[in-house]
């Protein structure tokens, strides 16, 4: 397949069915793929539900959705936690490559800031998967 390895990953544990898999296999292009697979591993959804999902994320928010700002916090998470655990798997480009995207990513959400709203509260924090360790 050609699953991203965190999905792979997902699969040999058994955190996600086969059927879910080839689910998500037929959507690699969806923009919410990466947060609805984190969703799917907190909720445990159906294949029914998966598909469900996969199309609602599909049709034009109307307001902010705090929740799906947090499954970006989330996939963040679990970026680090895939590093952290395959450290050996990494070729030094790869990652370099991987860290001018992350301080791209860094420029676009500092420039989101004047932007943002402020709603006066501290920030939230991010979902974390039980029984990882973050260094």
Not at 5 to 17: C, T
Not at 35 to 64: C, H, M, S, W, Y
Not at 74 to 80: T, W, Y
Request: hydrophobic share 40%.
């Amino acid at each position: 397949m050609n699953l991203p390895e965190v999905l792979q990953s997902a699969l040999r544990e058994g955190l996600i069915g086969v059927s879910q898999g080839y689910i998500f296999a037929a959507n690699l292009d969806h923009p919410l793929l990466m947060d609805i697979f984190q969703q799917a591993i907190r909720e445990g959804f159906t294949n029914a539900g998966l598909e469900k999902e996969l199309k609602k994320a599909l049709k034009p928010a109307t307001t902010v959705n705090k929740k799906s700002f947090s499954l970006y916090r989330g996939s963040i998470q679990s970026l680090m936690s895939g590093i952290n655990e395959q450290s050996d798997a990494f070729r030094k480009s790869d990652l370099e490559a991987f860290l001018n995207d992350l301080r791209e990513l860094s420029t676009v959400v500092e420039g989101r800031l004047p932007e943002a709203i402020d709603d006066g509260g501290p920030a939230v924090e991010a979902p974390k998967k039980k029984g990882v360790l973050l260094q």
